[in-house]
């Protein structure tokens, strides 16, 4: 650190070579997403030596990292995070690529200022109004003051959280009014000490350093140039908000947005990091089902020239749907939103060869059907036919003498397995339902055009479930039965996936 390093790029800094700005590629989806990237021209920084490996002489060693793109926690999509211009190049070219992936960008940016007006409380927090009637919670107790000075620390259902103070956002630190000197945990040894020894010089008082990764790639004169320019900024921003009436927007942050990855987008991936390394079918999709399948996959790809590879992807498939036994199910109902719904109970094997699956569940009594306008009454089942990897899931509502009180027809990406007892899957919002005396209806278009409008979903991935909602549509206008919701399960798997399935 702090030393000149060879580089290949143009571009002067007070005399020294400046280190080159880009994104950050990490997780099972990396040589994927840095082909996506290279391709449409943005730079990959900070490589791992299996991607500099990989892509020798287009991704970079260093350099500052003003981008970073990761796995999810669940490894079922992506966390994007940095710089506005980067970030939002970044999300344009994902949501290009892939285009049935729900894309989620938070409603302001993560460490940005703000001039909040406290407005009320809720759940022990204070409620501030931010820009354009933007509401957030502010950490701390209530206070009387109208208006607070507060940084963005986290989202909370995607709701900002702030804190007291101002954040200054810089290319290797961020400066925050008050706060402690600190170094991210990617930094270690003397590199530590030395930083920490630089933010101690750097004159800030009443402020905190907190280094991020980036500063290892920095010279101390970049470092201590950008701690000054931090500062200055930060004290002008504190006379601008004493001046300002109303809630305004003081400092920039950083983008945050999560990619939720579809079946087919996922199958995509394949396809693009095949261009890199040897990839079977459904590599990504398995690398999500645990560590054993993670592995499997990986020795399965060592044996890609002497095999068939569609052998391979078929041979690891069969292994996943044989671990899903009966018993205890759990479906994982995600929405457009990002929160999660958990749907649990009794499941037994229909078939085993195409693989069904019959969850059963009681129900409580009272309220409605969601969709159906039904009554749930005490003794009430639901029943629900599950087919790996298709587009539907059919809800079948009995009462207690077994009758036929409704169907609901839910509308997805493919329902993806993970072994022994869950199913996973990113609800549409558009719904298909029955009852006997409504008949067949599509409900919910309204929530998918919604977030169609709110650039998370695409037109080409709204039209595809229009098309699927209408065909299951006419499937339950000819005959309204459990054949006919398990045939309905079976025909909507993935059409990609159909040559491996069988």
């Not at 991704?59 to 506005?84: C, E, M, P, W």
């Amino acid at each position: 650190m702090f030393t000149p390093k060879p580089t290949t790029h143009k571009g002067q800094y007070k005399g020294f070579l400046v280190s080159p700005r880009g994104v950050r590629v990490r997780g099972i989806y990396s040589t994927a997403i840095t082909r996506l990237l290279l391709d449409e021209g943005i730079p990959v920084v900070d490589a791992s030596m299996q991607i500099l490996e990989r892509f020798e002489g287009e991704a970079v060693s260093g350099g500052v990292a003003l981008v970073t793109v990761k796995d999810r926690d669940d490894r079922r999509g992506l966390v994007v995070i940095g710089a506005k211009p980067l970030a939002e190049k970044v999300l344009n070219t994902l949501r290009s690529r892939l285009p049935l992936s729900p894309i989620r960008v938070m409603p302001v940016e993560l460490y940005s200022t703000y001039l909040c007006r406290v407005v009320g409380s809720e759940g022990g927090l204070v409620l501030v109004e931010l820009p354009e009637g933007v509401r957030g919670y502010l950490e701390g107790q209530p206070r009387l003051e109208e208006f607070v000075v507060a940084h963005v620390v986290r989202f909370k259902r995607g709701v900002p959280v702030l804190r007291r103070g101002i954040m200054i956002v810089g290319s290797y630190a961020r400066l925050v009014e008050g706060g402690r000197h600190s170094v991210s945990e990617h930094i270690r040894g003397d590199e530590r000490r030395i930083l920490l020894s630089l933010a101690v010089r750097g004159g800030l008082e009443g402020w905190g350093v907190r280094w991020r990764s980036s500063a290892k790639e920095g010279r101390m004169e970049e470092l201590l140039d950008e701690l000054k320019s931090l500062k200055e900024r930060g004290e002008r921003v504190k006379r601008v908000a004493q001046t300002l009436k109303q809630p305004s927007k003081l400092t920039e942050g950083e983008v945050l947005a999560f990619v939720t990855l579809s079946l087919n987008d996922k199958l995509h991936l394949d396809e693009i990091r095949s261009r890199q390394v040897p990839t079977v079918k459904l590599h990504h999709f398995l690398k999500t089902c645990g560590e054993r399948y993670s592995m499997l996959v990986d020795l399965a790809e060592s044996f890609y020239h002497c095999c068939e590879p569609n052998c391979l992807s078929k041979y690891l498939l069969r292994g996943v749907l044989e671990d899903i036994r009966g018993g205890r199910l759990e479906l994982l109902h995600e929405k457009l939103d990002g929160s999660t719904f958990r749907i649990s109970g009794t499941c037994e094997m229909v078939s085993r060869k195409p693989l069904l699956l019959k969850l059963t569940r009681a129900i409580k009594g009272g309220g409605v059907y969601d969709g159906i306008g039904v009554p749930k009454e005490e003794g009430d089942r639901a029943v629900s036919l599950i087919a790996p990897f298709s587009h539907v899931l059919p809800h079948a509502y009995f009462n207690a003498e077994g009758d036929l009180k409704g169907v609901y027809v839910n509308i997805n990406t493919p329902i993806e397995p993970n072994p022994p007892s869950t199913m996973w899957y990113i609800d549409a919002g558009i719904d298909v339902v029955w009852s006997e005396d409504r008949g067949v209806r599509t409900v919910d278009l309204e929530e998918l055009e919604h977030y169609g409008s709110l650039g998370v979903v695409t037109s080409d991935a709204i039209n595809l479930f229009k098309e699927i909602a209408a065909k299951a549509a006419a499937a339950l206008e000819e005959k309204v039965d459990l054949d006919t919701l398990s045939h309905l399960s079976l025909n909507f798997t993935c059409k990609a996936l159909r040559g491996i399935l069988e």
